[in-house]
């Protein structure tokens, strides 16, 4: 069931980024919303190289060797998903309308309803993420 929740966040996740990338809300010439969407990517990115060479499953699913716990995952249990929703909600921002705010809120909202499944899943799997998930955050460090 999980998996199956998760896959449709991903689906969700998807549907949201080509509703924006259709209304052209993704990018802007601001020098802001670039450089917010720039230090995401880069988050995204130093998070994708810490996971290392794991394979990426669309629906949640824990690969095989121990809990990721250092990079950025040292900070925030979600570093891909965190970079995913700053970059989306930056470009949300710059353009923003009723039917962006629905995409972003659709992108966001599949993007946690995939960490509740995922986290279920991991503390399924490795015993130590309880204590991990006691010292670090969901996605935004002292926030959530």
Do not use: D
């Not at 969407?37 to 690969?63: C, D, E, I, K």
Request: proline residues 4%; aromatic residues 12%; contains cysteine.
């Amino acid at each position: 069931m999980l998996k199956t929740l998760s896959l449709i966040g991903y689906i969700g996740m998807i549907g949201g980024l080509l509703g924006l990338l259709a209304m052209h809300a993704v990018f802007s010439p601001s020098a802001w919303v670039i450089a917010i969407q720039v230090v995401a990517l880069l988050l995204g990115v130093w998070a994708r190289v810490t996971f290392g060479r794991r394979s990426y499953h669309v629906a949640a699913n824990p690969t095989e060797g121990g809990l990721v716990t250092w990079g950025p995952y040292r900070y925030i249990r979600h570093p891909i998903y965190t970079a995913i929703c700053v970059a989306t909600l930056a470009g949300v921002g710059a353009h923003w309308s009723w039917k962006t705010g629905v995409c972003g809120g659709v992108v966001v909202g599949s993007l946690v309803m995939r960490i509740f499944c995922e986290e279920l899943l991991l503390s399924a799997r490795y015993p130590e993420h309880g204590q991990y998930v006691s010292r670090t955050w969901r996605m935004i460090p002292y926030i959530y």
